[in-house]
């Protein structure tokens, strides 16, 4: 019997939408559990935030996967379609459905350089490919998907409330607390 994989249809890129975005680590294994895998996570977040200049709304660092929810920055994505028609880059054709991957390609590289080169595991495969995607189209949506992610550590009984979980951006979010976190999220008009 043969298995049928389906595709998954691709990231698409739509100017003004904000994404719930998910990247699992390769066999579930818990790298963010060690609480030094973390930082990693959370500079790299704020280092692709600032070079493909999306704005990040919220965050949180499970075990095993990340969530986070960004908006996508029209100039960046235009820069983007630029820069591959002008080279004649393999994105050329169809950046819409590329630039998002682009983005998650180049920090899942990056954040498993440096969590394999800590681990001194190379080479280190740390992420399944690919990554999961949700576009949100309204302010009820962008709540829900908020509330989504920083109800991730509850649900995994990691912790009581959401409050007690020290990887994520409700204690900004919702509780107006900036003072020694690790990443500040940004705002948007919605």
Not at 86 to 96: D, L
Request: glycine content about 6%; hydrophobic content about 35%.
């Amino acid at each position: 019997m043969t298995k049928h994989r389906t595709r998954r249809p691709p990231h698409i890129y739509e100017p003004g939408i904000c994404y719930l975005v998910t990247t699992n680590t390769a066999h579930d294994e818990p790298f963010f559990v060690d609480r030094a895998n973390t930082p990693v996570v959370c500079a790299d977040l704020d280092f692709y935030r600032r070079k493909f200049d999306f704005k990040l709304i919220a965050h949180v660092i499970m075990p095993n996967h990340i969530h986070f929810i960004m908006l996508p920055s029209e100039a960046d994505f235009e820069r983007f379609k630029q820069d591959q028609t002008a080279q004649g880059g393999k994105y050329a054709g169809a950046p819409e459905e590329y630039y998002l991957s682009k983005i998650m390609e180049d920090m899942k590289k990056h954040i498993s350089h440096e969590v394999g080169s800590r681990l001194h595991r190379h080479p280190f495969h740390m992420w399944l490919p690919g990554f999961f995607d949700r576009p949100i189209f309204d302010r009820d949506g962008l709540r829900r998907a908020v509330d989504y992610v920083h109800d991730n550590p509850v649900k995994a009984k990691l912790v009581g409330e959401s409050a007690d979980y020290p990887f994520s951006s409700y204690r900004q979010l919702v509780l107006g607390q900036l003072d020694g976190l690790p990443l500040v999220m940004d705002t948007i008009d919605w």
